[in-house]
Nanobody, 121 residues
């Protein structure tokens, strides 16, 4: 069984920073692409940033220049450094990863439970 556990959310004033972490655990053979998504109240879940196995990042236009995604393959962890936060960044942030796991090495997409980020004006 594979688990993704996020941490680092919280309440911050506009202009502030937060760093999210997401650690994978379980019967992992290999971790493929990893990413962060967010869902604000009344809105659909949207992509924030992704990072490939080789470390190539991709960002939503709304966070370019403010957020940085990174990964530590040895720790099976992906990070999201969020700077210059805005009230519109308020959402539940979810970690996502493509992972091969188990004896058969089957590929699956996994989600964390989410962590709340609230940015006050």
């Amino acid at each position: 069984q594979v688990q993704l556990v996020e941490s680092g959310g919280g309440l911050v004033q506009a202009g502030g920073s937060l760093r999210l972490s997401c650690a994978a655990s379980g019967s992992i053979v290999n971790i493929l692409g990893m990413g962060w998504y967010r869902q604000a109240p009344g809105k659909q879940r949207e992509l924030v940033a992704t990072i490939s196995t080789g470390g190539i990042p991709n960002y939503a236009d709304s966070v370019k220049g403010r957020f940085t995604i990174s990964r530590d393959n040895a720790k099976k962890t992906v990070y999201l450094q969020m700077n210059t936060l805005k009230p519109e960044d308020t959402a539940v942030y979810y970690c996502n990863a493509g992972i091969t796991a188990g004896v058969l090495g089957l590929v699956g997409g996994y989600w964390g439970q989410g962590t709340q980020v609230t940015v006050s004006s």
